[in-house]
Every structure is written in structure tokens, then in C-alpha cells.
């Protein structure tokens, strides 16, 4: 005699199915965590589009926790005008606190990185910074061609199978000593140690600026040609 089966009886892992075998079960959303200051960014209403539960928290360091990943994200102009006024510095040296960490600099599609506009920023500066961030910093740069191109970046990462990372990074405020060997670490091909021996013999930014051609050879060798030719740098 053939075995009749109840159908409607449940599976022998407590039900969950439905007729033809599909599951009940739905697979949960990707989560991030992104700070609060982050709310009226068009990004969010991309990412809550592309299925990613969001949770709001008032970060210290970074702007968006992904998995395991720490995502520092600029615009264009948020990123040129925190590199003026210094914020980028602390917020780079903060990103350190993460192993896996990297800044997104958003809307390349919309507006010119590079400007060498009378009172912007000089183009080969920019360049200079970037490579800082890149090369002595360990952090990885992304550009993106607008706000839904970062959530589509954004969305990829939160699908990757990583475990979360605990939120214990922390606000680090640079002394102005730091500070100082911040600023001359980020032009090109000055290290630690010839920022140092710089700040050691002038004490000012000012006064490494101003310093003769001379002196700064015969302290820093050939490296004093980065000094020189970035004073005489001009924004035409």
C-alpha cells in the first residue's frame, strides 16, 4: 500500500513552509549604523530603497559603520573645505582606530575635484593630500559619482559576509605639536622624521616657509625642492 502523507501537516522543523516548499522565512535586511547628522543625506533615502535598515547613533568617529568597515564620506566640497580649515586632519587620524576604514568622496560627476580657479585650492595640493591619505595614512579612497552611486557602494559592502565590529572609537584631539607634523607629513615626500628635524630647527609653519633655500638644504638635502617650489606655487 502506498504511504499517504498529511499535507497539511507541518514539517518536522515546526512548519515555516508553504504549499510548493517555499519558505516563510524572509532573510533579514542588511543593517548599518550611520550617525545622526547623516539623517537629511540623500544617501539614506537611496540605501532605505535598496532594502538596508538603518539605525541612527551619534558616532564619534566616522560617518557610516558597515559590517566591520569605518566609512568617513565628503562631498566635494566638504571635502576641499575640511582640508582648509584642518577638521580632515582629526578626522583622519581618528579613522586609525579602525582596521578596516575608508574615506568616500562623493559627487565626482558633478563637480570638479581639481579646480585651479583663481582662490581655490591649487589642484597639485589636492593631489598631495590624497596621496598623504593614501600612502602614509593606510586609508583607502572611493570616488563616487553622486549620492546614489555611494549607496549602491554602500549597500555591496553591508552584503559582504564580515562580522560586526564593536563601536569603541573614540574623539582624538591633536596637540598643536601634531598638529603642526600633520600639516608638513602631507606635502609630498615629507616623512615623519624630516617633518621633525623641520619643526625642530623652525618651530612654525611660518618660518619653514620663509626659511633661506640654503638652510633648508643643508638640514633636509634635496627634499627642500618640495618646500620651495610648493611656496612658489601659484593659483594661474
Do not use: C, W
Request: charged share 30%; net charge positive.
Amino acid at each position: 500500500m502506498k504511504q499517504i502523507f498529511d499535507i497539511f501537516s507541518k514539517s518536522p522543523r515546526g512548519g515555516g513552509r508553504e504549499r510548493g516548499g517555499k519558505s516563510h522565512t524572509q532573510k533579514p535586511k542588511p543593517k548599518i549604523i550611520v550617525d545622526y547628522r547623516e539623517k537629511n543625506s540623500l544617501v539614506i533615502s537611496e540605501l532605505i530603497n535598496l532594502g538596508i535598515e538603518i539605525e541612527f547613533r551619534e558616532l564619534k568617529v566616522a560617518d557610516y559603520i558597515v559590517k566591520d568597515v569605518a566609512i568617513e564620506r565628503k562631498t566635494i566640497n566638504d571635502f576641499i573645505s575640511s582640508m582648509i580649515n584642518k577638521r580632515l586632519f582629526n578626522q583622519i587620524q581618528e579613522l586609525q582606530q579602525y582596521k578596516n576604514r575608508l574615506l568616500l568622496i562623493e559627487g565626482i560627476e558633478e563637480q570638479e575635484l581639481y579646480s585651479d580657479k583663481e582662490g581655490g585650492v591649487n589642484g597639485n595640493a589636492i593631489r598631495g593630500f590624497l596621496l598623504s591619505i593614501l600612502l602614509k595614512h593606510n586609508i583607502p579612497i572611493i570616488f563616487t559619482k553622486n549620492y546614489e552611486d555611494t549607496a549602491k557602494f554602500i549597500s555591496i559592502l553591508s552584503k559582504k559576509q564580515t562580522k560586526e565590529m564593536a563601536l569603541k572609537a573614540k574623539k582624538r584631539i591633536l596637540n598643536k605639536k601634531e598638529q603642526l607634523q600633520f600639516i608638513i607629513e602631507s606635502f609630498p615626500g615629507i616623512g615623519p622624521k624630516t617633518a621633525q628635524k623641520l619643526l625642530t630647527k623652525f618651530k612654525t609653519i611660518q618660518n619653514i616657509i620663509n626659511a633661506p633655500e640654503q638652510e633648508l638644504k643643508e638640514i633636509i638635502g634635496k627634499k627642500a625642492e618640495v618646500i620651495i617650489n610648493l611656496t612658489k606655487m601659484t593659483y594661474n
